[in-house]
């Protein structure tokens, strides 16, 4: 069973910032293609980042292009997504995902999810 786990989320206000974060215990995680997505209420579960195997795959939603930034550190088996200019429209809540694939940036192609964090922005 792989778990993930999100930390890192909270309040935050129009224009601030939060950092979140996500770990495993796997041994494997540095072979997985990594994930962010978030939903919020009455919508899908939409795709925020990717972040492929090897790392030099990078891809972003249009609506945090140049605000959020994914990374990963294989030596600690963490991801990251440091959110700047947050928007109220950045409310909900934020998922992990992994794949044993080299890249996945669709819901469909993501195997293991975490429990996922609430980040709440006030305007």
């Known amino acids: 069973q792989v778990m993930l786990v999100e930390s890192g989320g909270g309040l935050a206000q129009d224009g601030g910032s939060l950092r979140l974060s996500c770990t495993t215990t796997?041994?494997?995680?540095?072979?997985?293609?990594l994930g962010w997505f978030r939903q919020s209420p009455g919508n899908e579960r939409e795709f925020v980042a990717g972040?492929?195997?090897?790392?030099?795959?990078?891809r972003y939603s249009d609506s945090v292009k140049g605000r959020f930034t994914i990374s990963r550190d294989n030596t600690k088996s963490m991801i990251f997504l440091q959110m700047n200019n947050l928007k109220p429209e950045d409310t909900a809540t934020y998922y992990c995902?992994?794949?044993?694939?080299?890249?996945?940036?669709?819901?469909?192609?993501?195997?293991?999810w975490g429990q996922g964090t609430q980040v709440t922005v006030s305007s």
């Open positions: 995902a992994a794949d044993a694939s080299p890249t996945a940036w669709v819901r469909g192609e993501y195997d293991y």
């Open positions: 796997q041994r494997t995680f540095s072979s997985w293609s």
């Open positions: 972040i492929s195997r090897s790392g030099e795959g990078i």
